[in-house]
């Protein structure tokens, strides 16, 4: 080559760099604003936000598209996109010569680098268009590599009205992502940008499929002639075009953590989410106005949430739709007693069967009462923590110390919202602080994580954050509980919780505005929430008719397995221990152990009944008996010989509860005439008067139901009066109670009052 060519080359090279300097190709288009997804696991999208001009165009990568799409793309489109710089000059050439012999345009010869420069820079189509199109796609080339210009080509080619690229357009019309392409659907789209109105799938099926079969074509001898028949065989059906919105909520939450990301992956599971939405869904037929649903479900292994619905009904605003309650801190009833049982096993204060008193008691003036208004006597640690009842909690918490309570939920990672400027009291245990859904389901996977709670993860990236909330045989007690009642029951029949394999409580909070359900299996934690997000109480709505039976429910949809069996951690052994004393009944006198009871022990360690609240001294104690009579006496009255005879006593708030047999075996006998009526301590100074034992009232014809005028003698301050267990009424002392029986039956009626004194009387009504 002479000189003079050799500097004209040179010269018009260095023109076309300095324009291309000056006049760069508009490659920031292909950062335009896409549609920020959040995506499920399996990557589902959950939930899509468009950009300012309601453009649905979904992030997607290279690699993240079916190989036959680029096949049927580069196939129909650019079947020389890997080689050509930008430009294909015979396509041109024959786009030319169509021109020419027709008067218009037949084929644009345009390849797909110029497509891509068309759709980072609209330009006419003119000749003059053209050529711009053709300077542009020369530059993107010498800028980018094949496959960044077919990422762009991905992204932004138009797939039909606010549609754009392969993703967004395979979401919307198959309802699949565009990796998952057949050769039918990889073709479909690929000839969808020709005329994207015109052969919208969902509008124009006939046309669609004419455009596909013409793409399938094109694939001749790059597929195999029978796939090419079979995608052919294809119907095209295509979905009404709507945006994705599943766990909505749950999107929106994770959109405002990442407000910049354009793809965000959860941690969710989409099939268990559809299906968790779908058993809400049901229940909304059943819910007043205005009541709202939450629900989460965590992998106990991962922490990851699986399952998330802030609210019952997303499109339902009367329902508070867009508050999300999985995050709204509300009053948890009686969720907290799993967790208090569970930190005084291990503070050595409790074993599973505890003497507990469910009876009415004042705790320095707080005087709870059971859901019910009923009261049981009697009861372990076991049946109070299965049955829910109050004042047994109240009193482990009395114990333990309501203000430890707090800092151990804590320390274990559950904070309780109390009331501005108040500190921890005895209704915390009762529901007087406020949790979030999030956090207790949290808290409640430590009962199948050894007794470590963790804070639940919603993207993979999330870090792992445990606590020890428990120790490990304390959660194993506590779920073997709540599972199947304990050693005792799980003897009798497996008990019903052991069989399903979910150990499950539920909690109302004061008023009814709020019902709880949280369960745990080997494999998911769940909690439910239902009530009024404004706080509105719903009468009638608790724990157990409303939120287990939606729990109950949502375990059966996320099949999980089948329980495993589960051996006692190496500090859980089971022991025979015995009542009043709550020690093993091993090396205690038979006659000291009044009921047995085999109970879950922690650390090789039975710790004995709580001290009486209402009298002092020792559990063990000696009375000294007349030898002919066997009635007590002192040495000061004996009168001649005694014998002594060692007795438990069981605290005095339970006595009134102990029946006849019991009663003959456990409490001391009459004393003898010589000496005093009383030792203090008995409880003989309070009497039903005007009432005999055994007595029969009898209702006069058809008259008004029998009414009975109560009145006691000797009590202190304030009476109890009870029927059946089940708390009627409270009066001051010396004042008179009026009772009436609609029904007739057996009756029983006691009186206590608050020194632990107590009498009862057991009555017919004919």
């Not at 002192?634 to 005095?652: I, L, N, Q, T, Y």
Request: hydrophobic share 40%; proline share 8%; aromatic share 6%.
């Amino acid at each position: 080559m002479s000189h003079q060519p050799r500097l004209s080359l040179a010269a018009l090279l260095t023109l076309l760099l300095v324009a291309d300097l000056l006049f760069p190709p508009p490659l920031h288009g292909r950062n335009a604003p896409q549609v920020q997804v959040v995506l499920a696991r399996d990557g589902t999208p959950l939930r899509a936000f468009p950009d300012r001009e309601h453009i649905w165009r979904h992030p997607v990568r290279f690699d993240e598209v079916s190989p036959r799409y680029i096949e049927a793309l580069i196939g129909f489109e650019d079947r020389a996109f890997w080689w050509h710089p930008g430009v294909n000059p015979w396509a041109l050439l024959r786009a030319g010569v169509l021109w020419l012999q027709n008067g218009r345009i037949v084929s644009g010869g345009s390849t797909l680098t110029m497509q891509v420069a068309r759709l980072l820079e609209p330009t006419p189509r003119t000749p003059a268009g053209k050529l711009r199109q053709i300077v542009r796609a020369l530059q993107i080339e010498m800028r980018c590599s094949k496959r960044e210009i077919l990422e762009i080509y991905l992204r932004l080619a138009p797939m039909g009205g606010v549609l754009e690229g392969v993703e967004a357009a395979s979401r919307a019309y198959l309802g699949k992502p565009a990796q998952r392409l057949s050769e039918s659907e990889a073709s479909l789209l690929a000839a969808l940008p020709q005329a994207p109105s015109l052969l919208r799938p969902d509008r124009h099926p006939a046309r669609a499929r004419a455009a596909r079969d013409k793409v399938l074509e094109r694939m001749a001898g790059r597929w195999s002639a029978n796939a090419i028949a079979d995608a052919r065989q294809e119907p095209v059906i295509a979905q009404p075009v709507r945006e994705p919105l599943l766990a909505p909520l749950f999107a929106e939450r994770l959109r405002r953590l990442q407000p910049h990301a354009a793809r965000i992956e959860s941690t969710l599971d989409a099939a268990m989410q559809q299906m968790v939405e779908q058993v809400l869904a049901t229940r909304l037929g059943i819910l007043p106005p205005r009541v709202s649903m939450a629900a989460l479900v965590i992998d106990n292994e991962t922490l990851e949430v699986r399952a998330y619905a802030g609210s019952a009904d997303f499109s339902d605003s009367e329902r508070f739709a867009h508050v999300d309650m999985v995050q709204a801190a509300r009053s948890p009833g009686s969720a907290l007693k799993p967790f208090l049982y569970g930190l005084a096993l291990d503070e050595g204060l409790i074993h599973s069967e505890s003497l507990l008193a469910d009876v009415p008691q004042s705790f320095a003036g707080y005087q709870p009462g059971n859901f019910q208004a009923s009261f049981s006597g009697p009861v372990g640690v076991s049946e109070a923590l299965q049955r829910s009842l109050n004042v047994p909690a109240v009193e482990v918490l009395e114990r333990l110390g309501p203000q430890r309570f707090v800092a151990l939920l804590r320390r274990g990672g559950l904070r309780l919202d109390l009331p501005p400027g108040a500190t921890a009291n005895l209704s915390v245990i009762l529901g007087g602080a406020a949790v979030n859904l999030e956090s207790l389901v949290g808290a409640y996977s430590a009962l199948a994580r050894g007794g470590v709670s963790g804070r639940p993860r919603y993207l993979a990236e999330s870090p792992l954050v445990e606590s020890r909330m428990l120790s490990e045989g304390a959660a194993f007690i506590i779920r073997d509980i709540l599972e199947s009642g304990g050693p005792v029951a799980r003897m009798v029949d497996g008990g019903i919780g052991s069989r399903r394999g979910i150990a499950w409580k539920t909690g109302t909070s004061f008023g009814f505005r709020d019902a709880w359900a949280v369960g745990v299996s080997d494999r998911h934690t769940a909690g439910v929430w239902v009530g009024r997000p404004d706080g509105t109480p719903n009468p009638g709505f608790f724990g157990a008719n409303i939120a287990a039976p939606l729990l109950v429910d949502i375990f059966a949809v996320i099949n999980d397995s089948p329980p495993a069996t589960r051996m006692p951690p190496p500090a859980v052994s089971s022991a025979r221990i015995c009542w009043p004393l709550g020690t093993r009944s091993e090396g205690t006198p038979t006659a000291l152990c009044h009921q047995w009871r085999t109970a879950w022990i922690l650390n090789d360690t039975a710790p004995p009944t709580f001290p009486d609240r209402l009298r002092t001294g020792p559990a063990r104690r000696t009375d000294y008996r007349d030898p002919v009579t066997g009635q007590r006496v002192r040495p000061d009255c004996a009168g001649g010989s005694m014998r002594a005879v060692e007795m438990a006593r069981w605290p005095a708030a339970l006595e009134p509860w102990l029946d006849h047999g019991l009663r003959a075996r456990a409490l001391p006998p009459p004393w003898t005439t010589a000496c005093s009526a009383s030792d203090g301590g008995s409880g003989n100074g309070l009497r039903i008067v005007g009432l005999s034992n055994g007595e029969t009232i009898r209702r006069a014809g058809d008259g008004p139901p029998a009414t009975l005028r109560l009145e006691a003698r000797g009590g202190e301050h304030e009476l109890i009066w009870l029927l059946n267990g089940r708390q009627i009424g409270r009066v001051p002392a010396r004042q008179a109670f009026t009772l009436s029986f609609a029904e007739p039956g057996s009756f029983q009626i006691t009186v206590l009052d608050q020194a632990g004194q107590h009498d009862r009387v057991e009555i017919s009504v004919r």
